[in-house]
């Protein structure tokens, strides 16, 4: 899949395009209650959408929840651009928001079958499985940088921040 853009999104257009993703994936594919996939949280959460030149493809949304924790959440790619590291690309593009911030920590709630995707990118297990909206999941969280007074800090698996 050539030329996708991942980006925030901004306008009505592209928030309708994310509703709508995410309807197909987590209702129709797997379904989860509309209720418990759209938690009114939604407003308060930077939205990102994944495209084509012809059409939307994915989504994931990232919540604050505080100064140095985020959460990525709903990340949803439609069946047509699977198998194109589409997810990856969306993940890739949400650390680097969420390190913009300087944000230490990133977790998420990771549907079982998609851990390794989240392990690749640098996420470890924390706990044991459980069950959220239906669907098994693990909670993972990735370390950006130690929180230390003299901001030598440790990027990752010794990656370094992006200038």
Do not use: W
Request: with cysteine; glycine share 8%.
């Amino acid at each position: 899949m050539d030329n996708v853009v991942i980006k925030i999104a901004t306008s009505p257009e592209e928030l309708r395009a994310i509703r709508i993703i995410r309807e197909s994936v987590f209702q129709k594919e797997q379904g989860v209650d509309p209720a418990s996939d759209f938690d009114g949280l939604d407003e308060i959460c930077q939205q990102l959408i994944a495209c084509t030149s012809s059409e939307y493809i994915g989504t994931a949304r990232i919540r604050y929840l505080n100064d140095k924790t985020a959460k990525i959440e709903r990340l949803a790619v439609l069946p047509i651009a699977r198998g194109h590291n589409i997810g990856k690309q969306i993940m890739e593009k949400a650390l680097k928001i969420i390190a913009d911030r300087d944000i230490s920590q990133v977790e998420l709630h990771a549907q079982e079958y998609i851990k390794s995707l989240h392990e690749k990118l640098g996420f470890q297990e924390q706990g044991e499985i459980f069950e959220e909206a239906g669907i098994r999941h693990v909670r993972m969280i990735k370390k950006l940088k130690n929180d230390d007074k003299e901001g030598t800090g440790n990027y990752g698996h010794g990656e370094l921040p992006e200038n």
